[in-house]
């Protein structure tokens, strides 16, 4: 997809369609009283005539509007002018493309970059724009049978700008959103795949692809008995129930020289069923997005490649299956993790924490600038946050402090959870190190202490993703969260923004 940028006026500018939008008691934005003066009036008899809702969310498509070049004008409502920020720009621009669905649109022009967007500067209302618009286009057809709903034939999408001078740091904010919409695009399919397609091999295979299409990018996978000789037994002991292998998969992408790297480690749970410690049936489909952080650091290095970022970026994916069988872990095994310490595992179901430790343990070798694991790690987080933040917890202020501030600045938002002693007293084990469940009571907060035993000297932060990485209901779906989230944190590192 192209981008451009345009100082003509929205009346003048030729294109399939132009976003414009209205505030509330029918205040225009830019370009919409530009149309308005040109139609001699018609979007404020729209207006008044109540066929412009002005809320947010909401969209409306005019075709052929007197004296306006462009084919159809989408006025979406803007709410309160004084409201109006990075958020309501982007809940608009996804309701013009949701009103625009069906057309065959090749060129769109977005005007709303003209209005006075809670500071953003030109960046970033490329970036918004730009990723909203690309990500409105994402669909999932590859396991239907029978012909393909077809999308719109989408080619060329600008922004207005006031000045020229702005256009560089606009086209950059395009080409930024651009490949995080294709990093999400990745995240999104790796989710939304179907569990017996969507393997622990498969995962890996991913991977070995993105390597082969990337510069920089090396892929390298270890199988079972190479994770046995490293002592990867708490990891081991979630897949003794399945028949499908276990892979460790290690990307690295190396953009800067002989920097320490970034690390991430994401959750690659293909198939949560809980193991012996069985889940309740409704809902289980939905446990195929347990490998939500696996498709999340996937997807982040997808666009971290795409950049070609000045960086050194390091995935490290755990990828397993939890299943029941004869063979499987039993509640009250003891298993000695890669670090020497030793786990009581008193429940099976809270598998995440037990492959994600050693992948900690094994990414020491990389003597990380920083380390970020991501996982849907517990229902717990869902409870304490539900589905609109992240959470974020670690062993440094300044690293989550960061991630939260990227969170805010990239519209993916997370919130700090405390990770003090008190909670860590909850893993007592009579038997081994440390249980691995700390009772209910805090949960996502018990799991985050019992990964942080396995981050001495590491700069290290935890994503608990559990309520923001897919959407249930009908909508159901990966959200691609938190791709955006962790490709600001890293274009922010290798000083990429403005
Ligand atoms: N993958 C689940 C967490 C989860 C549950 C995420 C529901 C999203 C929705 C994780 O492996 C799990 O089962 N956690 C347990 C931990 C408990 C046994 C301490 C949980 O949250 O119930
Ligand atoms: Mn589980
Ligand atoms: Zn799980």
Redesign the pocket.
Known sequence: MDFFTTTSKASRRAADCIIVGVYDRGKLSAGAADMDAASKGALTGLFKSGDLPPAVGKARVLNSLDGVRAKRVVVAGLGKASQFGAKQYRAAVAAAMQALAGSKVQTIANYLSLEDINGLDAYYKARHAVQAIGDSQYTFQQMKSGRKTPGMPLKKLGNAIAARGEAQRASRGAEHAIAIVAGMALTKDLGNLPPNVCTPSYLARTAQKMARQHKRLTAKILNEPEMKRLGMHSLLSVTAGTVEPAKMIILQYKGAGSDKPIVLVGKG?TF?S?GI?L?PGPAMD??KY?MGGAAGVLGTMETVARLQLPVNLNVVVPAVENMPSGTATRPADIVKSMSGQTIEIL?T????RLILCDALTYSKRFKPAAIVDVA?????C?IALGHHHTGVMGNSDDLENEIVGAGVDAEDRGWRLPLTDEYTKQLKSNFADFAN?GGRDG?AIT?GCFLKNFTDGMTWAHLDI?GTAWVSGAQKGSTGRPVPMLSEFILSRCGQLP
């Open positions: 749970v949560d809980g410690s889940k939905e446990m347990d429940n179901d809270a598998e995440g849907t790690l517990t229902g717990a869902v469940v949960g799991a559990a």
